[in-house]
């Protein structure tokens, strides 16, 4: 199977690494308006061509899919050519957009689209989340209140400097958080129907300067999400924290009891000082009788070091793959990735108002 990446940056690499873990799979084409990027990736990939220009890439008569890791303002524009010069699977890193006005426009390029379209949201699949998924049920009586918390490092340097500004990301409750709000539709079965946000820029980025322009991107932020279910959620970010054991903290509680998972950062962060990175883990914590117990979610070495997301990039990959080879449910559809947004843009209009957002 024959992969076009469009965007060669860091998070371009991570998909390069883990599609060559595939069986019979390869990335065959790659572009990026940076040349050195591009010509990285392709070395990375084992010899990729270098497309000359987007347009370039979508004449390559060999493709099966592409993966679309692009700056966050670049991904609608860049869906339109797609769909309208060669149409193919398309799997889109996260968020599928960046403005409500987007919204619509998305939905209606793949009304009818004959190909699958998979929006990234690699945190489904890091396998403590995937365990807490697969136990919430039956751990809490069904789940009443979800808390997410995560404690990180500030945003990484980028190319052309597009993440630490609000206009081309989206902003951070956009960019960074759409994952979370993803999570919490997933894990709740339900849709958001209320979003209440306090959000600042309180530490990061404040000295730096792109062309004269201070980065306005905030590094912190609590999102209370109602969901129609009755049930609620609360998203807790730091992004000054990156001395944390955990990056990640999910809680989730119901009649019957608690169950926690605890996911590490990027492995490459953890000082070697301090020994081997930690590694994830499941608490489940019953109501009657008492009595906690935490279990070990080891990740595959060979994953961890293809890659920042423990393993769930892979994880991804494998799935979407399965659906273009033997057919089935495309699992973060268009809808998802368009939901998750929106909370987001919520969020966003929420800590701008100081008002809770109502959504339809």
């Known amino acids: 199977m024959q992969y076009g990446v469009i965007g060669c940056g860091m998070m371009a690499r991570e998909h390069i690494r883990n599609i060559t873990l595939l069986p019979d799979a390869r990335v065959a084409v790659v572009f990026d308006p940076v040349a050195d990027l ?11 061509r270098v497309a000359a220009s987007l347009d370039d890439l979508l004449a390559e008569p060999l493709l099966d899919a592409l993966v679309i890791v692009s ?41 009818d689209y004959p190909h699958p379209v998979w929006v990234a949201m690699e945190y489904r699949y890091m396998p403590p989340v ?24 500030p945003f990484l340097p980028k190319i052309g400097d597009w993440n630490r500004f609000n206009a081309r990301s989206g902003g ?73 054991r955990y990056q990640e903290e ?36 019953p109501r009657s009788p008492k009595g906690p117990y935490t279990v070990e979610v080891p990740v595959d070495p060979q994953l961890l070091e293809a890659g920042d997301h423990n393993g769930s990039t892979f994880y991804q990959h494998q799935r979407f793959a399965g659906v273009l080879r033997n057919g089935g449910r495309v699992e973060v559809t ?26 339809a």
């Open 38 to 48: 591009a010509q990285s990736a392709a070395t990375l990939a084992g010899g990729a």
């Open 71 to 111: 700056p966050n303002d670049c991904h609608v524009p860049q869906l339109r050519r797609i769909v309208a010069q060669r149409p193919l699977p398309i799997l889109c890193e996260k968020p599928l957009f960046t403005t409500d006005a987007e919204a619509s426009e998305v939905a209606a390029l793949f009304d």
């Open 130 to 153: 995937a365990a807490l998924l697969a136990q919430a049920a039956a751990a809490t009586g069904g789940i009443r209140m979800l808390t997410i918390r995560e404690h990180r490092f």
């Open 172 to 244: 951070t409750l956009v960019e960074k958080c759409c994952h979370f709000f993803d999570l919490m539709r997933l894990i709740l079965q339900s849709e958001a129907v209320r979003v209440m946000a306090s959000a600042a820029q309180d530490v990061n980025h404040k000295a730096e300067r792109y062309d004269g322009r201070v980065p306005d991107i905030w590094d912190n932020a609590y999102v209370i999400v109602d969901f129609a279910s009755g049930a609620r959620a609360m998203l807790e970010l730091c992004m000054f924290a990156e001395g944390a």
């Open 250 to 285: 999910i809680s989730a509680i119901g009649p019957a009891g608690k169950i926690e998972a605890q996911v590490p950062g990027p492995g490459r962060f953890w000082p070697a000082t301090l020994g081997p990175a930690p590694t994830p883990l499941l608490t489940v914590s």
């Open 334 to 359: 268009v809808a998802d990735g368009t939901r998750a947004v929106q909370i987001g843009l919520a969020a966003q209009q929420s800590v701008l108002t100081g008002q809770a957002v109502t959504l």
